[in-house]
C-alpha cells in the first residue's frame, strides 16, 4: 500500500518533537543546576553576613563595656547583655550554616568558643565596676588579656570571611559557568533542531520532486498543445495519485474548456500578485520583529529614565517612520502622565496630563481621530490635530499611553501593537527594578537610607572630595532616653517616635545631604561640599525643631524629645573607608551626651 504524505508529515512532526523534548530536558537539567549554585552562593552570602553580625555585636558589648568603665555611665551598659547574647545566637547560627564544610564548620566553632571566652572576660571587669570597683575594672581592662583574644577573634574571623567569600566566588563562577553553558545548550540545540527540521524537509522534498516532475512534464506537453499528454503509472503517494487523477480528469474536460483558459491564467496571475503581496508582507514583518526584538533587550536592561528614553527616541521613529509621537507613563503618586520621550519634533508639556483627559485611557481602548470633526477629541491634544492614541495597560492597571501624530495605516497598526506590548513589559520592568532597588536601599520604618547604603555612599564622597578638594562632613546622632519610649509607651509608641524624628530631618537638611538611619534611635548625615562649623548652624536648626515636637501615639501624648549630634569633617590622614570619620562623629556624639545631651559637639580632630 502506498504511503501518504500526511503519514510522512507526521512522521518528521514526532521527530522534531521528540528532539525539542529531548532540548527541553536538557535545558531543564541546565536551568535546575544554574538554580543550585546560585542558592549555594546565597548561602555563602549569609554565612558572612551572620558572621559579621556576630562580630559586631561583639565589639559594641565592648564598647558599651568600656564607656561605662572609663566614663562610670550606667547607660553605656545597658545594652550589654543584649549584644552578647545577639553575638552569641548570630555565631551559633554561623556554625549551623557551615555544618555543610567540615573546615569552615571548625573554624566557626573555633571563632565561637573565643567568643565565648571573651564575652566571659568581658563581664568580669564589668561586674566590677557595677559594684563601684572602677580600679579593679580598669586594671583588668590594662591587663591587656582582653585585646589578646579580641586579636584572636579578629584573625580567625578573617581567615574564615576570606575562605567564604572565596566559596561565594567559586559558587557564584560556577553559577555563571553554567548559566553560559545552558545558553550554549540553547543555541546548539536549535541549531540540531534546525538542521533536523531541514533535514527531514529535504528528504521528503526528495519523495516529492519525481511525481512533481512527471506531473510538470504532462504539464508541460499540455501547455505546449499536446492536448493527449496524460500522466500514467503510479506516482508514489495517495495525494499524488489523486493529484494525477485529477489531471487526467481535467485534461479531459480541458478539449470542452479552452475557451475559458485566458480567464483561468488571469486568475493564476491574479493569485500569484497576491503570494508575492503576502510574502513581502511576511517578510516585512519580520524585519519589524526582528527590530522590536533588539529594541525590546535593550528596554530590558536599561536602569535608568535616561537609558529608557533614548532607546525609546532611536528605535521608535525606525518601527513607525514618519509618525511623531510621545511616550508617556504613568505616576502614581501624582496621578498623571508624565512625558518620558518624545520624537519627531512633537512637543510635549513637562507636566503631563491627567488620566481622564485621554480617551484612550478612559475606554481602556486605542482612540483615533483620522479626520478633523470625526470624532471628539482628547483634552491633551490639539483641537484639530489627525491622530492616535493607543493605552499601555498591564494587568488592567495603567502603564502609559503612546501618543501619535497623524493617520495609523492598516500595516502600521501590526508594528503598533507589538510595540505597545514591548513598551507596556518594558515599563513593568522598570518599574519594578526601581521599587526593588529602593527596597534594599531604604529603612523600611522610617523610609530614610539604611546603614548598608550609608556606608557605600560615604566611600564614593570621601573619594570625590579627596579628587576635588572639597570638604566633607558627617553627623552621628541618636534620640536622647529612647528606651523611655519603648519601656514607658511600648515599642509602637518607640516606632512613632523614630518616624516623626525621621521625617523632621528629612525635610530640615538639604536636598544635596544623605539622611540614614544608622540604626536603633541612632541616625547619619553625609553632608557634601560642607564643614563641620558650616554644618553646625543647620544641625542646631535640627537641634530646636526636634525639640520642639510633641509626639502623639494613638490618644496619647509621648512627651518632648530631644537628640544629641557629634559632627566631623574628613580629612586627608583619616580612612577612606570612612570608619576614622564616623568614629570622630562618633566621639563628638558622645561628649555630647557627657556633656548632658541635647547638644552638638563639633570633633576636635583636626579637618
Given at each position: 500500500?502506498?504511503?501518504?504524505?500526511?503519514?510522512?508529515?507526521?512522521?518528521?512532526?514526532?521527530?522534531?518533537?521528540?528532539?525539542?523534548?529531548?532540548?527541553?530536558?536538557?535545558?531543564?537539567?541546565?536551568?535546575?543546576?544554574?538554580?543550585?549554585?546560585?542558592?549555594?552562593?546565597?548561602?555563602?552570602?549569609?554565612?558572612?553576613?551572620?558572621?559579621?553580625?556576630?562580630?559586631?555585636?561583639?565589639?559594641?558589648?565592648?564598647?558599651?563595656?568600656?564607656?561605662?568603665?572609663?566614663?562610670?555611665?550606667?547607660?553605656?551598659?545597658?545594652?550589654?547583655?543584649?549584644?552578647?547574647?545577639?553575638?552569641?545566637?548570630?555565631?551559633?547560627?554561623?556554625?549551623?550554616?557551615?555544618?555543610?564544610?567540615?573546615?569552615?564548620?571548625?573554624?566557626?566553632?573555633?571563632?565561637a568558643t573565643l567568643m565565648a571566652q571573651r564575652a566571659v572576660f568581658l563581664r568580669q571587669p564589668l561586674v566590677?565596676?557595677?559594684?563601684?570597683?572602677?580600679?579593679?575594672?580598669?586594671?583588668?581592662?590594662?591587663?591587656?588579656?582582653?585585646?589578646?583574644?579580641?586579636?584572636?577573634?579578629?584573625?580567625?574571623?578573617?581567615?574564615?570571611?576570606?575562605?567564604?567569600?572565596?566559596?561565594?566566588?567559586?559558587?557564584?563562577?560556577?553559577?555563571?559557568?553554567?548559566?553560559?553553558?545552558?545558553?550554549?545548550?540553547?543555541?546548539?540545540?536549535?541549531?540540531?533542531?534546525?538542521?533536523?527540521?531541514?533535514?527531514?524537509?529535504?528528504?521528503?522534498?526528495?519523495?516529492?520532486?519525481?511525481?512533481?516532475?512527471?506531473?510538470?512534464?504532462?504539464?508541460?506537453?499540455?501547455?505546449?498543445?499536446?492536448?493527449?499528454?496524460?500522466?500514467?503509472?503510479?506516482?508514489?503517494?495517495?495525494?499524488?495519485?489523486?493529484?494525477?487523477?485529477?489531471?487526467?480528469?481535467?485534461?479531459?474536460?480541458?478539449?470542452?474548456?479552452?475557451?475559458?483558459?485566458?480567464?483561468?491564467?488571469?486568475?493564476?496571475?491574479?493569485?500569484?500578485?497576491?503570494?508575492?503581496?503576502?510574502?513581502?508582507?511576511?517578510?516585512?514583518?519580520?524585519?519589524?520583529?526582528?527590530?522590536?526584538?533588539?529594541?525590546?533587550?535593550?528596554?530590558?536592561?536599561?536602569?535608568?529614565?535616561?537609558?529608557?528614553?533614548?532607546?525609546?527616541?532611536?528605535?521608535?521613529?525606525?518601527?513607525?517612520?514618519?509618525?511623531?509621537?510621545?511616550?508617556?507613563?504613568?505616576?502614581?503618586?501624582?496621578?498623571?502622565?508624565?512625558?518620558?520621550?518624545?520624537?519627531?519634533?512633537?512637543?510635549?508639556?513637562?507636566?503631563?496630563?491627567?488620566?481622564?483627559?485621554?480617551?484612550?485611557?478612559?475606554?481602556?481602548?486605542?482612540?483615533?481621530?483620522?479626520?478633523?470633526?470625526?470624532?471628539?477629541?482628547?483634552?491633551?491634544?490639539?483641537?484639530?490635530?489627525?491622530?492616535?492614541?493607543?493605552?499601555?495597560?498591564?494587568?488592567?492597571?495603567?502603564?502609559?499611553?503612546?501618543?501619535?501624530?497623524?493617520?495609523?495605516?492598516?500595516?502600521?497598526?501590526?508594528?503598533?501593537?507589538?510595540?505597545?506590548?514591548?513598551?507596556?513589559?518594558?515599563?513593568?520592568?522598570?518599574?519594578?527594578?526601581?521599587?526593588?532597588?529602593?527596597?534594599?536601599?531604604?529603612?523600611?520604618?522610617?523610609?530614610?537610607?539604611?546603614?548598608?547604603?550609608?556606608?557605600?555612599?560615604?566611600?564614593?564622597?570621601?573619594?570625590?572630595?579627596?579628587?576635588?578638594?572639597?570638604?566633607?562632613?558627617?553627623?552621628?546622632?541618636?534620640?536622647?532616653?529612647?528606651?523611655?519610649?519603648?519601656?514607658?509607651?511600648?515599642?509602637?509608641?518607640?516606632?512613632?517616635?523614630?518616624?516623626?524624628?525621621?521625617?523632621?530631618?528629612?525635610?530640615?537638611?538639604?536636598?544635596?545631604?544623605?539622611?540614614?538611619?544608622?540604626?536603633?534611635?541612632?541616625?547619619?548625615?553625609?553632608?557634601?561640599?560642607?564643614?563641620?562649623?558650616?554644618?553646625?548652624?543647620?544641625?542646631?536648626?535640627?537641634?530646636?525643631?526636634?525639640?520642639?515636637?510633641?509626639?502623639?501615639?494613638?490618644?496619647?501624648?509621648?512627651?518632648?524629645?530631644?537628640?544629641?549630634?557629634?559632627?566631623?569633617?574628613?580629612?586627608?590622614?583619616?580612612?577612606?573607608?570612612?570608619?576614622?570619620?564616623?568614629?570622630?562623629?562618633?566621639?563628638?556624639?558622645?561628649?555630647?551626651?557627657?556633656?548632658?545631651?541635647?547638644?552638638?559637639?563639633?570633633?576636635?580632630?583636626?579637618?
Amino acid at each position: 500500500m502506498l504511503s501518504s504524505l500526511s503519514a510522512r508529515i507526521a512522521a518528521i512532526g514526532l521527530v522534531v518533537l521528540i528532539a525539542l523534548a529531548s532540548l527541553a530536558g536538557l535545558l531543564v537539567d541546565a536551568s535546575r543546576q544554574t538554580s543550585q549554585s546560585f542558592e549555594w552562593a546565597g548561602h555563602s552570602a549569609e554565612v558572612i553576613e551572620t558572621t559579621e553580625a556576630a562580630l559586631g555585636d561583639l565589639r559594641e558589648a565592648e564598647s558599651g563595656q568600656r564607656g561605662f568603665i572609663i566614663t562610670r555611665n550606667p547607660a553605656y551598659a545597658r545594652s550589654f547583655a543584649e549584644r552578647v547574647e545577639s553575638s552569641a545566637r548570630n555565631i551559633a547560627v554561623a556554625v549551623r550554616q557551615t555544618a555543610d564544610n567540615p573546615l569552615q564548620h571548625a573554624r566557626a566553632r573555633e571563632i565561637a568558643t573565643l567568643m565565648a571566652q571573651r564575652a566571659v572576660f568581658l563581664r568580669q571587669p564589668l561586674v566590677l565596676a557595677r559594684r563601684g570597683d572602677f580600679a579593679g575594672a580598669v586594671a583588668i581592662v590594662a591587663s591587656g588579656r582582653g585585646r589578646e583574644l579580641m586579636d584572636a577573634i579578629s584573625v580567625r574571623a578573617t581567615g574564615f570571611l576570606d575562605e567564604e567569600r572565596a566559596l561565594q566566588t567559586s559558587r557564584q563562577d560556577a553559577a555563571d559557568r553554567r548559566l553560559a553553558g545552558g545558553r550554549r545548550l540553547a543555541i546548539i540545540g536549535a541549531v540540531v533542531v534546525a538542521l533536523l527540521v531541514v533535514g527531514s524537509f529535504a528528504l521528503l522534498i526528495r519523495g516529492i520532486r519525481r511525481p512533481l516532475a512527471t506531473m510538470m512534464r504532462a504539464m508541460t506537453a499540455l501547455g505546449g498543445g499536446e492536448q493527449d499528454a496524460r500522466i500514467e503509472g503510479r506516482m508514489g503517494s495517495e495525494e499524488f495519485d489523486r493529484l494525477a487523477r485529477g489531471y487526467n480528469a481535467m485534461a479531459e474536460r480541458l478539449r470542452t474548456a479552452v475557451a475559458d483558459r485566458a480567464d483561468s491564467e488571469r486568475q493564476l496571475q491574479t493569485a500569484n500578485a497576491e503570494l508575492h503581496r503576502n510574502s513581502e508582507t511576511l517578510r516585512e514583518r519580520g524585519s519589524v520583529i526582528e527590530l522590536l526584538g533588539g529594541m525590546s533587550h535593550r528596554m530590558q536592561a536599561a536602569r535608568t529614565d535616561d537609558e529608557l528614553a533614548q532607546i525609546i527616541k532611536v528605535f521608535v521613529p525606525r518601527v513607525l517612520p514618519n509618525l511623531p509621537g510621545a511616550l508617556y507613563a504613568h505616576n502614581n503618586s501624582r496621578n498623571c502622565l508624565v512625558p518620558i520621550a518624545s520624537w519627531g519634533g512633537t512637543a510635549v508639556a513637562a507636566e503631563g496630563f491627567a488620566p481622564e483627559r485621554c480617551w484612550a485611557l478612559r475606554r481602556g481602548q486605542s482612540h483615533s481621530v483620522v479626520e478633523a470633526g470625526r470624532d471628539i477629541v482628547c483634552g491633551h491634544v490639539g483641537a484639530d490635530e489627525l491622530y492616535h492614541c493607543e493605552p499601555l495597560l498591564a494587568g488592567g492597571e495603567v502603564i502609559g499611553v503612546l501618543y501619535l501624530q497623524g493617520r495609523i495605516e492598516d500595516e502600521n497598526r501590526f508594528r503598533m501593537a507589538v510595540l505597545t506590548e514591548n513598551i507596556a513589559s518594558a515599563l513593568v520592568n522598570h518599574r519594578l527594578q526601581r521599587s526593588l532597588r529602593e527596597q534594599t536601599i531604604r529603612d523600611p520604618l522610617t523610609g530614610l537610607f539604611n546603614r548598608r547604603y550609608m556606608e557605600e555612599t560615604l566611600k564614593l564622597e570621601i573619594a570625590r572630595a579627596a579628587r576635588a578638594g572639597t570638604p566633607l562632613s558627617l553627623v552621628m546622632c541618636d534620640i536622647d532616653h529612647f528606651k523611655r519610649f519603648n519601656d514607658e509607651f511600648g515599642h509602637d509608641a518607640g516606632d512613632a517616635v523614630l518616624q516623626h524624628v525621621a521625617a523632621e530631618m528629612r525635610g530640615r537638611f538639604r536636598d544635596g545631604d544623605v539622611v540614614c538611619r544608622f540604626g536603633g534611635e541612632e541616625f547619619t548625615i553625609i553632608a557634601p561640599g560642607t564643614t563641620a562649623d558650616a554644618l553646625a548652624g543647620r544641625v542646631e536648626i535640627v537641634r530646636r525643631a526636634i525639640a520642639e515636637l510633641s509626639v502623639r501615639h494613638g490618644s496619647r501624648s509621648l512627651g518632648s524629645t530631644s537628640m544629641s549630634f557629634g559632627i566631623a569633617t574628613w580629612s586627608e590622614p583619616m580612612a577612606r573607608d570612612g570608619s576614622t570619620l564616623i568614629q570622630a562623629a562618633d566621639v563628638a556624639l558622645y561628649q555630647s551626651k557627657r556633656e548632658g545631651r541635647n547638644r552638638a559637639t563639633i570633633s576636635l580632630v583636626a579637618a
